[in-house]
């Protein structure tokens, strides 16, 4: 049986995170009331001519840089013509000539080593609107919010094999987009989208297979399942002789299955031009310079600090770096007193467990990081023990609550009075005869029964070392 390989390369699109559009002053936040925020420019109106935000120029800068792209110093507009209901001017401002960046790469871990995917441009260019289609009504509606919303398109080389590959390529770039700065690369939200080129052919043929093209996908999950589908309709239709069909498809996640959207045979040309209406960008030296001065510390930089600065493992210091806004809250934590490994114990534990609860990301932590020290503060110095310190948790996280204001106001403090906790380990002593002459006898598993029952005897509000040592005293005075 023949033996095939899979080729993948990826259109990624990034929203840009700047507060107006790329070509106008509308402003660019997600969930406003359909067609709130619009103008002549970002709806094409005859006559409304377009100026381009600088920001968006700086921040597809900061990608290219980090994803160790060439820069084209002189980079160039160009219309990309197409009819679509979402697309008001019936083009698309684009860059296909002169793109801002060129011949990049970023380094994926395969295994136990690390594999390059080469990125072969950037560009810069404008989202369209988004169609909602109402099945009951059997229309479609639109809303322009997002046409004009600056994206950039990182097109990478044909150089991923597996879905495993993609996957981490992907979490790589949006790494690196969030703690650039240039983009919150939300998937749900579509400030992230991927399209994902997929061919096969047989092993040991240097000749690429008829791909066929995934249009936006956004979710790991989808994308993992659109590749497996389609490498393994692809496999089939070779298999049996059947030819491949170069065409866009869409992928179902509901029926994890893919089905034809258009051919791509006898596609129309774009008749791209140059935008007569914008000037070429030039891009000095001094300014790539300065963006590249302000580039920050990225997620594998700061993972091997904490690792060598702070004593972390390699585990732990991966999780607080997978989202800058987590590695913040860190950094924070430990400006604010809290010891290194406490703070990562803390953050890496509850705080993930509650998001995950609550199905929320580490950018929208309430809580402050001078709270979480306070926490961790009277944790350390025995004021209250671990599991009232969760509780205690709980509060800071939903509420940003003092924690030293709520152990007092809740009587959550561990309690130093030596008459009360003999009193009760002598009630429970007396209580339970059998476990006390066990414990007398020397089986110290029953140890930790006298301990829970005191305990609960004292609300929770005593040492369980105290609790220990007294126990050991009655028994074996």
């Known amino acids: 049986m023949k033996q095939y390989e899979t080729v993948i390369g990826l259109e990624v699109h990034v929203e840009l995170a700047t507060k107006t559009k790329i070509f106008c ?84 871990p395969v295994g136990e080593g690390r594999k390059r995917i080469r990125i072969h441009e950037i560009h810069m260019e404008e989202d369209a609107g988004k169609l909602v289609h109402d099945e009951w009504s059997e229309s479609s509606l639109v809303d322009y919010n997002r046409s004009g919303v600056p994206l950039i398109e990182i097109v990478s080389e044909p150089d991923m094999r597996t879905a495993d590959e993609v996957i981490a390529y992907l979490e790589k770039l949006q790494t690196t987009m ?43 999950k989808a994308i993992a399942h659109a590749i497996e589908g389609e490498r393994e309709r692809q496999t089939e239709l070779l298999e049996e002789g059947r030819r491949v069909v170069q065409e866009t498809r869409r992928w179902d996640e509901n029926k994890e299955a893919s089905h034809s959207m258009r051919s791509k045979e006898d596609a129309r040309d774009y008749r791209y031009f140059p935008d007569p209406d914008l000037l070429p960008v030039c891009i000095s030296d001094a300014w790539i310079a300065r963006v590249r001065t302000k580039l920050p510390e990225l997620k594998e930089e700061r993972e091997a600090r904490y690792q060598a600065q702070y004593g972390l493992s390699k585990y732990a210091a991966g999780l607080l770096t997978n989202d800058r806004a987590l590695a913040d809250m860190f950094e924070a934590t430990i400006a604010a007193g809290a010891p290194p490994k406490k703070a990562a114990n803390w953050l890496t534990g509850e705080t993930l467990r509650l998001l995950k609860e609550r199905e929320k990301e580490a950018s929208e932590i309430c809580f402050s990081a001078a709270h979480l020290a306070a ?95 007294t126990i050991q005293r009655f028994v074996n005075g």
Do not use: W
């Open 178 to 220: 969030q703690y650039l700065g240039v983009s919150d690369c939300r998937l749900q939200e579509g400030s992230m989208r991927a399209d994902v080129n997929l061919s096969v052919r047989e092993i040991g043929n240097p000749n690429y297979g008829t791909r066929t093209e995934m249009k936006n996908l956004n979710s790991f």
């Open 375 to 469: 926490l961790i503060r009277l944790a350390e110095q025995g004021v209250i023990q671990s599991q009232t310190a969760k509780e205690v948790f709980a509060a800071v996280f939903a509420d940003d609550a003092d924690p030293e204001e709520y152990v007092r106001a809740h009587g959550l403090g561990i309690e130093n009075d030596t008459f009360a906790l003999e009193k009760a380990v002598q009630e429970i002593l007396l209580a339970n005869p059998k476990a006390a002459g066990e414990l007398r006898d020397g089986k110290e598993k029953v140890m930790g029964f006298l301990i829970g029952q005191t305990m609960r005897a004292l609300k929770g509000k005593a040492s369980p070392e105290r609790v220990k040592e």
């Open 25 to 108: 002053g509308c402003k660019t936040d997600f969930g406003a009331k359909p067609n709130t925020h619009v103008c002549p420019v970002c709806t094409g109106m005859p006559g409304a001519l377009p100026v381009l935000n600088r920001q968006v120029v700086e921040l597809a800068l900061r990608a290219g840089l980090a994803l160790n792209c060439q820069i084209h110093q002189v980079c160039k507009f160009d219309r990309k013509n197409y009819f679509y209901p979402d697309n008001p001017q019936n083009y698309q401002i684009s860059q296909l000539y002169l793109p801002i960046c060129h011949d990049g790469y970023v380094e994926i």
